[in-house]
């Protein structure tokens, strides 16, 4: 486990030694990190989420997100957009292991002002701790940012470095239905 690399620990890695750069590098690794994010739904670092699951019939989804330290509310959205709130005790979260699940507790029927199926919001306190973010993830982060910083022209990963990126993150996909 390590932290996500700093803007000096990317010179290093790609032996810029000049200030003119830093921005370049900076927006390199930040398009880095939203891109492994959106590949493996992992929050790399500490934040508020909010994620938006298909209701089927019941509250039960299972979420994409992850790691989860804490679901501080869940909502509930009907195709017209309203919005009602699934009170805490009415709900139970496992966010002990992956995919983090949801349940409920008591009955709860949500609010029908349109007829069709709504859908679940989520927000949760979600990422990685200072250290605790895996090592292939850390290794993934060097390499897209390297290979952005690279190829800024071209705007994209080369076919090779989506294999090795694929390759280091098998791991940390998870499939949820």
Same mark, same amino acid.
């Given at each position: 486990?390590?932290?996500?690399?700093?803007?000096?620990?990317? @010179?290093?890695?790609?032996?810029?030694? !000049?200030? !003119?750069?830093?921005?370049?590098?900076?927006?390199?690794?930040?398009? +880095?990190?939203?891109?492994?994010?959106?590949?493996?739904?992992?929050?790399?670092?500490?934040?508020?989420?909010?994620?938006?699951?298909?209701? #089927?019939?019941?509250?039960?989804? &299972?979420?994409?997100?992850?790691?989860?330290?804490?679901?501080?509310?869940?909502?509930?959205r009907d195709?017209?957009?309203? =919005? +009602?709130?699934?009170?805490?005790?009415?709900y139970y979260?496992?966010?002990? &292991?992956?995919? /983090?699940?949801?349940?409920? %507790?008591?009955?709860? +029927?949500?609010? =029908?002002?349109? !007829?069709?199926? #709504?859908?679940?919001?989520?927000?949760?306190?979600? #990422?990685?701790?200072?250290?605790?973010?895996?090592?292939?993830?850390?290794?993934?982060?060097?390499? =897209?940012?390297?290979?952005?910083? @690279?190829?800024?022209?071209?705007? /994209?990963?080369?076919?090779? +470095?989506?294999?090795?990126? !694929?390759? %280091?993150? &098998?791991?940390? @996909?998870?499939k949820t239905?």
């Open positions: 486990m390590a932290d996500l690399p700093t803007l000096a620990a990317m @010179k290093l890695h790609l032996r810029v030694t !000049s200030e !003119s750069e830093d921005v370049l590098i900076q927006e390199a690794m930040d398009a +880095a990190i939203t891109h492994i994010e959106r590949e493996t739904n992992l929050v790399l670092s500490p934040r508020t989420v909010i994620e938006e699951v298909a209701d #089927g019939g019941i509250l039960t989804p &299972r979420l994409r997100t992850w790691p989860i330290s804490a679901v501080t509310s869940v909502s509930y195709i017209a957009g309203n =919005v +009602a709130l699934v009170e805490a005790p009415a979260s496992i966010l002990a &292991r992956r995919p /983090g699940r949801m349940g409920l %507790i008591t009955p709860w +029927a949500p609010p =029908v002002t349109v !007829s069709g199926r #709504g859908t679940i919001l989520v927000a949760m306190e979600a #990422g990685f701790a200072a250290g605790d973010v895996p090592a292939n993830i850390v290794q993934a982060v060097k390499l =897209v940012t390297a290979e952005f910083y @690279k190829n800024r022209e071209a705007g /994209g990963l080369s076919e090779e +470095a989506q294999r090795a990126i !694929s390759w %280091i993150l &098998r791991t940390s @996909k998870v239905l």
